[in-house]
T-cell receptor, first 111, second 114 residues
């Protein structure tokens, strides 16, 4: 049973527009969340995090929103750039335990 | 600062043969992870070390997989014997400490078992 779900395997967005990547989780004990970006033939690189005590965290063009009641988080990229084309993974952990990763969403930003 | 280094980058072996992967974490990082990533899926934890101690190896198939982290620095993951289903990317990651801290990943080793 997948505890972290990313139901959109892929997403295409025009350059300059907003990209919204979604993540849903089932374990209500999850209290810390990460987003990673992965280019082909490279390992995932950390992008942004959010704790369950917050509902929003922003870092430059990247903002993560957390809706605890819905067990849902989203990553917004504004404006999207071609270099943002990658696979994005959502990961969650409970009380400092190991992170559980979602299956990823492939983002394509079209020039 | 050097990142997490893994070798080899690619490995092709015949089934039933042994294979080993090596990882050098970021200097000073006490926590080291080995992950398995199948195509189209996210990384799945195999084992986590805090210094030399394997604190979570519940997902490691111990009949054929083994790992060690000598002196709490470098780590080796071994498969013996390899099976066709072991074809995947093996990722090593490290973090300054466990818990709610992001991990830094190496480039991974892509294993193909034929």
């Amino acid at each position: 049973d997948q505890q972290v779900k990313q139901n959109s395997p892929s997403l295409s967005v025009q350059e300059g527009r907003i990209s919204i990547l979604n993540c849903d989780y089932t374990n209500s004990m999850f209290d810390y969340f990460l987003w990673y970006k992965k280019y082909p033939a490279e390992g995932p690189t950390f992008l942004i995090s959010i704790s369950s005590i917050k509902d929003k965290n922003e870092d430059g063009r990247f903002t993560v929103f957390l809706n605890k009641s819905a067990k849902h988080l989203s990553l917004h990229i504004v404006p999207s750039q071609p270099g943002d084309s990658a696979v994005y993974f959502c990961a969650a952990s409970a009380s400092g335990q190991n992170f559980v990763f979602g299956p990823g969403t492939r983002l394509s930003v079209l020039p | 600062e050097a990142g997490v280094v893994q070798s080899p980058r690619y490995k092709i072996i015949e089934k039933k043969q042994p294979v080993a992967f090596w990882c050098n974490p970021i200097s000073g990082h006490n926590t080291l992870y080995w992950y398995l990533q199948n195509l189209g899926q996210g990384p799945e934890l195999l084992i986590r070390y805090e210094n030399e101690e394997a604190v979570d190896d519940s997902q490691l198939p111990k009949d054929r997989f083994s790992a060690e982290r000598l002196k709490g620095v470098d780590s080796t993951l071994k498969i013996q014997p390899a099976e066709l289903g072991d074809s995947a990317v093996y990722l090593c990651a490290s973090s300054p400490q466990g818990g709610n801290t992001e991990a830094f990943f190496g480039q991974g080793t892509r294993l193909t078992v034929v």
